[in-house]
C-alpha cells in the first residue's frame, strides 16, 4: 500500500466518518453539511494517526518497525507536513459546514479536535489514564460533532448517547494496547497505567468499561433510538465485547492483549452495523 494511504489508517479514518453516516441515517437525511462532516472526520481522524506516527517515531522502531515513518517510507519531516496539510483539510470543512449551516458549534468543534488530537500525540498520550480517555474521548465526540453538523436538537441528543458508548469501549480498548505496547513505552519513558501501576489492574478496568458498555447498549434500543434488529444484531457485538472481558482478565500477555484489541475492534464494527441495520427497523 502507497505509504501515505497507510498512515492514515484508512480503516479507523473511514469508521470515523461513518460515524457520521449512523448520526444521519438515524435523522433519516443526508446534506452537504453531513457530507461535509464525514470529510472532516476523515481528514481529522487521519491528521491525528499521522501526527501520533510522527510523535511515537521513536516508540514504534521497537513496537511498529513497519510502519511508514520508522521504515523510512515516510520521513519525519514530510510525515510532520502531512499531518498539519490534513488537519487543515479537516478545519476547512468544518469551517464550510458552519458557514453553510450558519451555526458555529462545528467549526469550533473541529479546532479543539485539532488541538487536542495534536496536544494527545505531542504529550498527553505519555500521561497515565489522560492519553486513554483522550482518544475515547474524541471518538465519541465524532458522532457528536455528526450531530452539531445536522443541527437538529433531537439528534444532538441522539449524537451524545451514541458518543458515550463510543467513549467507553474506545477507552477500554486504548487501555488494553497500553498493555500490549508496555515493551516499547517503556523505552520512551511514557508514563502509561500498566507501566506506574502493573498490568492487572489496568486490565480489571478495562473489563469494568467493556462489561459497563455491554450491560448499557439496549437502552438504545429501550428509549426508541434504534429498532429491534439493532438488539439482534448488538447481540454478537457483546458476546464478543463479554469474551474479550474474560480474555483479559485472565491474561495480560502481550499477545492476548493484541488478540482483545482485535476482537473490540471487531465489536465495535459489529456494533456499527447494529446501529446501521436499527436506524433502518
Ligand atoms: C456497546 C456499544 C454500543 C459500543 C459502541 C462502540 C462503538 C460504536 C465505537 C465506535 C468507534 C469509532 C467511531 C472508531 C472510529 C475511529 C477509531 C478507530 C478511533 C480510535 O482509534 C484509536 C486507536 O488507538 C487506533 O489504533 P488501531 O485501531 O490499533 O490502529
Ligand atoms: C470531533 C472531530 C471533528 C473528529 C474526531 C476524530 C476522531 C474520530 C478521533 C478519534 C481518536 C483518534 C483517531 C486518535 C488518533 C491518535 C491515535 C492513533 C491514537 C492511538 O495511538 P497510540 O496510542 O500511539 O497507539 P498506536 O499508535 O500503537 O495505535
Ligand atoms: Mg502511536
Same mark, same amino acid.
Given at each position: 500500500?502507497?505509504?501515505?494511504?497507510?498512515?492514515?489508517?484508512?480503516?479507523?479514518?473511514?469508521?470515523?466518518?461513518?460515524?457520521?453516516?449512523?448520526?444521519?441515517?438515524?435523522?433519516?437525511?443526508?446534506?452537504?453539511?453531513?457530507?461535509?462532516?464525514?470529510?472532516?472526520?476523515?481528514?481529522?481522524?487521519?491528521?491525528?494517526?499521522?501526527?501520533?506516527?510522527?510523535?511515537?517515531?521513536?516508540?514504534?522502531?521497537?513496537?511498529?518497525?513497519?510502519?511508514?515513518?520508522?521504515?523510512?517510507?515516510?520521513?519525519?519531516?514530510?510525515?510532520?507536513?502531512?499531518?498539519?496539510?490534513?488537519?487543515?483539510?479537516?478545519?476547512?470543512?468544518?469551517?464550510?459546514?458552519?458557514?453553510?449551516?450558519?451555526?458555529?458549534?462545528?467549526?469550533?468543534?473541529?479546532?479543539?479536535?485539532?488541538?487536542?488530537?495534536?496536544?494527545? =500525540?505531542?504529550?498527553?498520550?505519555?500521561?497515565?489514564? !489522560? %492519553?486513554? $480517555?483522550?482518544?475515547?474521548?474524541?471518538?465519541? @465526540? +465524532?458522532?457528536?460533532?455528526?450531530?452539531?453538523?445536522?443541527?437538529?436538537?433531537?439528534?444532538?441528543?441522539?449524537?451524545?448517547?451514541?458518543?458515550?458508548?463510543?467513549?467507553?469501549?474506545?477507552?477500554?480498548?486504548?487501555?488494553?494496547?497500553?498493555?500490549?505496547?508496555?515493551?516499547?513505552?517503556?523505552?520512551?519513558?511514557?508514563?502509561?497505567?500498566?507501566?506506574?501501576?502493573?498490568?492487572?489492574?489496568?486490565?480489571?478496568?478495562?473489563?469494568?468499561?467493556?462489561?459497563?458498555?455491554?450491560?448499557?447498549?439496549?437502552?438504545?434500543?429501550?428509549?426508541?433510538?434504534?429498532?429491534?434488529?439493532?438488539?439482534?444484531?448488538?447481540?454478537?457485538?457483546?458476546?464478543?465485547?463479554?469474551?474479550?472481558?474474560?480474555?483479559?482478565?485472565?491474561?495480560?500477555?502481550?499477545?492476548? =492483549?493484541?488478540?482483545?484489541?482485535?476482537?473490540?475492534? !471487531? %465489536?465495535? $464494527?459489529?456494533?456499527?452495523?447494529?446501529?446501521? @441495520? +436499527?436506524?433502518?427497523?
Amino acid at each position: 500500500m502507497n505509504p501515505y494511504i497507510e498512515i492514515l489508517r484508512p480503516g479507523n479514518a473511514l469508521m470515523g466518518a461513518i460515524s457520521i453516516i449512523l448520526v444521519a441515517l438515524i435523522d433519516k437525511t443526508i446534506s452537504i453539511p453531513v457530507i461535509l462532516a464525514m470529510i472532516a472526520v476523515f481528514f481529522e481522524t487521519s491528521a491525528g494517526n499521522v501526527i501520533n506516527d510522527y510523535f511515537d517515531y521513536k516508540i514504534d522502531l521497537i513496537n511498529k518497525p513497519e510502519r511508514p515513518i520508522p521504515s523510512g517510507r515516510i520521513s519525519l519531516k514530510n510525515g510532520r507536513n502531512y499531518g498539519y496539510s490534513l488537519f487543515a483539510a479537516g478545519t476547512v470543512c468544518g469551517f464550510l459546514i458552519s458557514y453553510i449551516t450558519n451555526n458555529w458549534i462545528p467549526f469550533g468543534i473541529v479546532l479543539f479536535a485539532d488541538i487536542i488530537l495534536y496536544l494527545y =500525540a505531542y504529550t498527553l498520550k505519555t500521561t497515565p489514564l !489522560i %492519553g486513554n $480517555l483522550t482518544v475515547g474521548f474524541m471518538t465519541g @465526540f +465524532g458522532f457528536v460533532f455528526g450531530g452539531f453538523s445536522i443541527n437538529n436538537p433531537n439528534i444532538i441528543i441522539t449524537s451524545l448517547f451514541l458518543g458515550f458508548f463510543a467513549f467507553v469501549m474506545t477507552t477500554a480498548r486504548e487501555i488494553v494496547k497500553d498493555i500490549e505496547d508496555i515493551e516499547g513505552d517503556k523505552t520512551d519513558g511514557a508514563k502509561t497505567l500498566p507501566i506506574l501501576i502493573g498490568e492487572k489492574k489496568p486490565a480489571i478496568l478495562a473489563a469494568i468499561l467493556i462489561i459497563i458498555d455491554s450491560a448499557l447498549c439496549p437502552l438504545l434500543y429501550y428509549y426508541h433510538i434504534f429498532g429491534i434488529l439493532y438488539l439482534v444484531v448488538i447481540a454478537f457485538a457483546v458476546m464478543l465485547f463479554i469474551y474479550s472481558a474474560i480474555l483479559i482478565l485472565k491474561s495480560q500477555k502481550r499477545e492476548i =492483549a493484541a488478540k482483545v484489541s482485535k476482537n473490540l475492534k !471487531i %465489536g465495535m $464494527l459489529i456494533a456499527f452495523v447494529a446501529f446501521i @441495520f +436499527g436506524s433502518l427497523i
